[in-house]
């Protein structure tokens, strides 16, 4: 048995008070024996403005105490945050794996930005401050088994998906701050898609509830298995919220079991490899 935990939290403007966050979450990941813990995209701030956001991301103490958590509790860390760029007028949004020596093995630069106008409402234009990624992480070994790595709004392209199973994925992770307003019709039937589609684990850490006068965040953070089953799932912004986790033994067992029941033969012959 091997059990992961999914992280749950609500960033701010305050590297201090998300790191505090993540100790939190890392001692009940710990209290319930997971290898690893799952946080959200953006755990390490949600700033007010394009202009703080440049100027937190300068700031390597919150991803400094990721790693020491990581180090000191013997816990593989999946967490995102933000880097600044190499000319400084924009940030990446980043996906790093820290191993349980407090080492980031992996990087992942979120590929697809999400760029929305609501009826009626405030767009946002995530394109307008950070910079997309150009490839791929492949796969890697991991104590639950061979992870692909995703960020967010990358949920909304199963060609994506598709390609890291073919790579060898069996568990894909979308740490997310999903909107709060796509969150009902959107969230949970996307990270089904993708499971099912791909036969794979889905991991996804959510933020939750408001970072500040302008953003909030759906929560609803889910782990769903290679059926479609959702085995986990934590609470949204209309509830009563601190930091929590939920956990679920990630049987790679289940993973070769539908591939078996169902296989996925591809017609590359009749339509493009995507």
């Avoid at 590929?111 to 995530?126: A, C, I, N, R, V």
Wanted: aromatic content about 8%; glycine content about 8%; charged content about 25%.
């Amino acid at each position: 048995m091997v059990l992961a935990a999914i992280g749950q939290m609500t960033s701010t403007n305050s590297l201090a008070h998300n790191l505090k966050q993540v100790q939190t979450l890392v001692r009940k990941a710990l209290a319930s024996s997971a290898k690893v813990l799952f946080l959200p995209e953006a755990a390490d701030y949600i700033a007010s403005s394009p202009e703080e956001g440049r100027s937190l991301a300068k700031d390597r103490s919150f991803i400094e105490g990721v790693q020491k958590q990581a180090r000191e509790n013997k816990i593989s860390i999946n967490v995102g945050v933000h880097e600044l760029t190499s000319d400084g007028k924009k940030v990446k949004n980043m996906l790093l794996w820290v191993d349980e020596k407090g080492e980031i093995t992996q990087r992942y630069q979120k590929l697809h930005m999400f760029d929305y106008t609501p009826e009626g409402g405030q767009s946002m234009k995530e394109s307008d401050t950070t910079e997309p990624g150009k490839a791929f992480v492949e796969p890697f070994d991991t104590p639950l088994g061979k992870l692909g790595l995703a960020i967010c709004f990358d949920l909304r392209f199963p060609e994506m998906a598709l390609h890291l199973r073919r790579k060898g994925a069996q568990i894909l992770t979308y740490p997310s701050a999903w909107a709060a307003t796509t969150g009902p019709p959107h969230w949970q039937s996307l990270l089904r898609a993708r499971a099912i589609e791909s036969q794979c684990w889905v991991i996804a850490s959510g933020q939750v509830g408001a970072h500040n006068e302008k953003r909030t965040s759906y929560g609803h953070s889910m782990i769903i298995d290679p059926w479609g089953v959702t085995r986990a799932e934590l609470g949204g912004a209309e509830v009563a919220f601190e930091p929590e986790v939920a956990i679920v033994d990630i049987e790679l067992g289940l993973v070769e079991k539908v591939r078996q029941q169902i296989p996925m033969d591809k017609r590359f012959d009749v339509y493009p490899e995507v």
